[in-house]
């Protein structure tokens, strides 16, 4: 089979993708704008959204063009011929990498900021479909999140393929993703201020919003009397929108990546015996990845439903679609370019089977946790009711009962990615099983990657659902604030809570992605280090029987690596959260002044100062982002430093073990916090006499303390450690040739 034809669908679904997204960006903008009081909020949260967001990336923007220019500078002082992995080193290859990590940093941020800007442009128009219709408005909130989506996978996957074809792809695959790694390190540096930034605006307001309007002054969730409500609903946008977009295309760039280079070692292989188009098995992780596009493309279409349906199903039909389309996909892509001519894999069934089943592994390991997150997180299953029962007895046992709950998911959790790591680890092996002299393991590294591969085809999809969530928190926001009809705050309220749902499941899908993609990555790193070990062995630079075969955790600067890396994910966690807290005071403290100083407030007779609440939170999330993002990014380096290329695969190794943990906790503790609060609102909780403890209980006060602490861990410190676990793994691999001994 030619394979040539099929790569033709790489850019072809990247420009699709970007035409849908404009597509779908002029129906929600031609959309109803509402009465004037809701054009008047929105104006004020997209004047707070771009504000914070312009600030924001000017400075992630001037950290990116230093850090362009020192990797540029280290690598070609540092990369010589004698710790190169390819023929290109030097000034050429510091050029190169530097260059890369450029055109990373910023594709990343142009998919945050094109993403945002279109959901803050979706939340009012989806406020005022609701004031008619719920199919309306789920359509409009949907289609303002699948911009986001399509916009960060189609911009990953052009990016990547651009700069792979500029470095010489197409003339020598085998060496041009080693070149591109710097487009992976650019991407994670971006996602990882990104995310830490907008998670601690967005969870500083919610916080200040939540403690000072409904615990002490006991009104509302987004009353316009709340000084802090703009500054909240703008932290939807600049969170979970630009930050979640940031982290997701991160994902799929550097990994992406990881798998090319994989690739290589299977090209070797087909090269050796013969194979057709040996480059497609370096092609194979972008192909995958296209046609994941347009299986959302088609999804999209089927985003519809009857007015008294529930809207999850409304989403959910649209996610089965994608993940149905995806399979077929996934079998055609493995058939066209996986084939082994003359060598079949076990039990005599052709390679390709076998690596379409990891493939499907993969898929289904994206399935089981939406269910696994959606039974930890969501109100009509036991860990949430368990929060909410303990609520009735105070803060504490509260507390204690959404801690427990926390931990419980990472039983569920490791075992998950324990077995879709062994699954597709035996597929790949069995694949090619019979290829004579092949190195242990090649097979089974390749295997994890194209399950990666196959769990990230619902990428586009699983984001605009993931937006879909603060569209319509902030348009629930807009109905509050605007005082729209009950019908419209029925909607929104029906909504918001299914984006709460969706959010959730987006973060359990990151831990999932994070977790298989943690290990290609460090499986890359092997690679490339033994890459360098071999030249060097090769020119006598070093003794022969020296590659790095295996992480001998017996090494004591491998275990110090080790430690290290445990620490850091602990240490980074605690920066992200006590930050958070030092914004929170700033806001609380300024809310206070305004309801003491203003008392027409209250009466509605003066309007809060909302716009000083907004740049208190901006001023404070960019100055507390700044130190666990350098913790983070230093941290590798001087281990690495001093302790050399195997401590480092060491640290990569637990570092990831325990990021993938305490996500898990964190992500999911938080989001049971938040819907045990929810429950109770819902007047779902009841006491011994059957009378409904809803809002203004002392259950709900108590729900409201346990989902306030719940807010840092689940939006800011574990969807960052997403991030920190796969930036670990793109500096190790940008900067491994600084680290070899």
Not at 186 to 195: D, E, N
Not at 468 to 491: C, H, L, Y
Not at 524 to 550: C, F, H, M, P, W
Request: glycine share 12%.
């Amino acid at each position: 089979m030619d394979s040539q034809p099929i790569l033709w669908v790489i850019p072809f679904a990247g420009i699709a993708a970007i035409a849908f997204a404009m597509y779908l960006a002029w129906d929600v903008l031609r959309a109803d704008t509402g009465t004037d009081a809701m054009r008047d909020i929105a104006g004020t949260i997209f004047e707070g959204a771009v504000a914070f967001i312009r600030r924001q990336y000017q400075t992630i923007g001037i950290l990116a063009i230093g850090g362009t220019v020192v990797i540029g500078l280290v690598i070609t002082l540092v990369e010589g011929q004698d710790v190169a992995e390819t023929d290109i080193y030097g000034l050429d290859l510091g050029i190169r990498t530097g260059l890369a990590f450029l055109v990373g940093a910023a594709c990343s941020m142009a998919a945050g900021i094109i993403g945002m800007y279109i959901s803050v442009k979706a939340n009012v128009r989806t406020a005022a479909a609701a004031q008619h219709s719920l199919v309306r408005a789920v359509q409009v909130a949907m289609r303002g999140g699948a911009v986001s989506g399509f916009l960060v996978v189609a911009l990953s996957l052009l990016g990547v393929y651009g700069i792979f074809a500029a470095f010489g792809g197409f003339t020598n695959p085998e060496d041009a993703p080693f070149l591109i790694v710097g487009f992976g390190f650019g991407a994670s540096f971006v996602a990882l201020f990104a995310q830490l930034g907008g998670g601690i605006y967005t969870k500083a307001a919610d916080v200040g919003a939540d403690l000072v309007g409904k615990v002490e002054a006991g009104i509302p969730e987004d009353d316009p009397r709340n000084a802090a409500v703009v500054a909240d609903l703008v932290g939807d946008n600049v969170g979970d929108c630009a930050g979640r977009g940031a982290d997701l295309f991160e994902s799929t760039a550097a990994e992406n990546i990881g798998a090319m280079i994989l690739g290589v070692a299977v090209w070797r292989i087909a090269t050796e015996l013969g194979w057709p188009n040996p480059e497609a098995w370096i092609f194979f992780p972008l192909v995958v990845r296209a046609f994941g596009l347009l299986a959302t493309i088609v999804a999209m279409f089927f985003v519809r439903g009857r007015e008294d349906e529930n809207p999850m199903n409304i989403l959910n039909r649209g996610y089965w679609v994608t993940t149905i389309l995806s399979v077929f996909a996934l079998a055609f892509v493995t058939w066209q370019m996986m084939q082994t001519v003359g060598i079949t894999g076990a039990n005599g069934l052709p390679a390709w089977i076998w690596f379409f089943g990891a493939g499907v592994v993969g898929l289904a390991t994206s399935v089981a946790f939406v269910f696994i997150t959606q039974y930890y997180t969501a109100g009509s299953f036991r860990p949430v009711r368990e929060i909410a029962e303990a609520s009735k007895t105070g803060p504490a046992t509260n507390i204690i009962s959404g801690t427990a709950v926390g931990f419980e998911t990472t039983a569920v959790t490791a075992i998950t990615i324990a077995i879709a790591l062994f699954a597709s680890y035996f597929l790949g092996e069995q694949a090619l099983a019979a290829v004579p002299d092949i190195e242990t393991g090649i097979g089974g590294i390749f295997g994890t990657a194209v399950a990666t591969m196959g769990m990230l085809m619902t990428t586009a999809y699983i984001l605009a659902m993931d937006t879909f969530g603060p569209i319509t928190d902030n348009a629930g926001g807009i109905a509050q604030f605007s005082k729209a009809d009950a019908k419209a705050r029925e909607i929104t309220d029906r909504l918001d809570a299914v984006g709460n749902t969706t959010k959730a499941l987006t973060k359990g899908y990151a831990i999932a992605s994070a977790s298989l993609a943690a290990f290609l990555l460090f499986s890359a790193y092997i690679d490339k280090v033994n890459l360098i070990l071999e030249r060097q062995i090769e020119s006598g630079l070093r003794e022969a029987g020296t590659l790095l075969e295996s992480v001998d955790l017996a090494n004591v600067n491998v275990f110090i690596a080790a430690l290290l890396g445990a620490m850091l994910v602990y240490f980074f966690s605690s920066l992200a959260i006590r930050a958070v807290g030092t914004a929170a005071q700033a806001i609380i403290v300024e809310v206070r002044r305004q309801f003491r100083e203003m008392p027409g407030i209250m009466d509605y007779t003066q309007r809060p100062d909302y716009a000083r609440v907004v740049d208190i939170t901006t001023r404070a999330a960019l100055k507390e982002m700044i130190l666990p993002g350098t913790v983070a990014v230093a941290t590798p380096i001087l281990v690495g430093l001093l302790l050399g290329h195997e401590a480092v695969a060491g640290m990569l190794m637990v570092g990831t073990i325990s990021g993938v943990m305490l996500a898990t906790v964190l992500n999911n503790g938080g989001g049971a916090w938040d819907n045990a609060k929810k429950y109770i609102e819902s007047g779902e909780l009841k006491d011994a006499d059957g009378n409904v403890l809803g809002k203004g209980s002392d259950a709900h006060a108590a729900a409201v303390v346990g989902d306030t602490v719940g807010d840092p861990f689940k939006d800011t410190a574990g969807p960052s450690l997403h991030v920190l676990v796969k930036l670990l793994a793109t500096i190790s691999l940008v900067l491994a040739p600084l680290f070899i001994r």
